[in-house]
């Protein structure tokens, strides 16, 4: 089983829509979690860090943790075409290390 | 505000050179990795370094090297570069402080070796 694992997609949706990115990880001592979005030829960015089970929200961004299943999600409401992009998830290994999720591409269509 | 550089953002080098990648961060920042980014296989951690001097493996080391004489710079060293080492760099640095170990990038760094 891979550490991080994420359906590569493309997932598409349109324009105003909610996406929903999902994200299973291996290690249960896993105690981060992040959310990255990378833009075609640009390097990743960072839209939410989730720490606690449960809901965090910024703007137009939920992201959702439940350790008990390992599992995180990203939630992006009213979804605009500038959304379009590669998500990578990643997960704290040991230490300050992380590891990353393959990443999904979502596309959100005008 | 959060910066961090890389030397190149796109390089071409022949089979058999030595190639020395550089990333400086201003952040004060402790942690510093290089990762490589291909198609199909995201983010892979290839070097990281916890402070100056100090250095460990990540997932995919073989074929590098990495030097941190100073806190604000690390460097990546391909001893000899080879075809299967085409491919994105990021550097990326984070801080020991708690609940601050996000991970912040640099613009990449394109390499080809031909």
């Known amino acids: 089983q891979k550490e991080v694992e994420q359906n590569s997609g493309p997932l598409s949706v349109p324009e105003g829509a909610i996406a929903s990115l999902n994200c299973t990880y291996s290690d249960r001592v896993s105690q981060s979690f992040f959310w990255y979005r990378q833009y075609s030829g640009k390097s990743p960015e960072l839209i939410m860090s989730?720490?606690?089970?449960g809901d965090k929200e910024d703007g137009r961004f939920t992201a959702q943790l439940n350790k008990a299943s390992q599992y995180v999600s990203l939630l992006i409401r009213d979804s605009q075409p500038s959304d379009s992009a590669t998500y990578l998830c990643?997960?704290?290994?040991?230490?300050?290390?992380?590891?990353f999720g393959p990443g999904t591409r979502l596309s959100v269509l005008p | 505000d959060v910066k961090v550089t890389q030397s190149s953002r796109y390089l071409v080098k022949r089979t058999g050179e030595k190639v020395f990648l550089e990333c400086v961060q201003d952040?004060?920042?402790?942690?510093m990795f290089w990762y490589r980014q291909d198609p199909g296989l995201g983010l892979r951690l290839i070097y990281f370094?916890?402070?100056?001097?100090?250095?460990e493996k990540g997932d995919i080391p073989e074929g590098y090297s990495v030097s941190r004489e100073k806190k604000e710079r690390f460097s990546l060293i391909l001893e000899s570069a080879s075809t299967n080492q085409t491919s994105m760099y990021l550097c990326?640095?984070?801080?020991?402080?708690?609940?601050?170990?996000?991970?912040?990038f640099g613009p990449g760094t394109r390499l080809l070796v031909l």
């Open positions: 990643a997960v704290d290994r040991y230490g300050q290390n992380f590891v």
């Open positions: 989730i720490y606690s089970n």
């Open positions: 952040m004060d920042h402790e942690n």
């Open positions: 370094s916890y402070d100056v001097k100090m250095k």
């Open positions: 990326a640095s984070s801080s020991h402080r708690e609940n601050q170990e996000t991970q912040y």
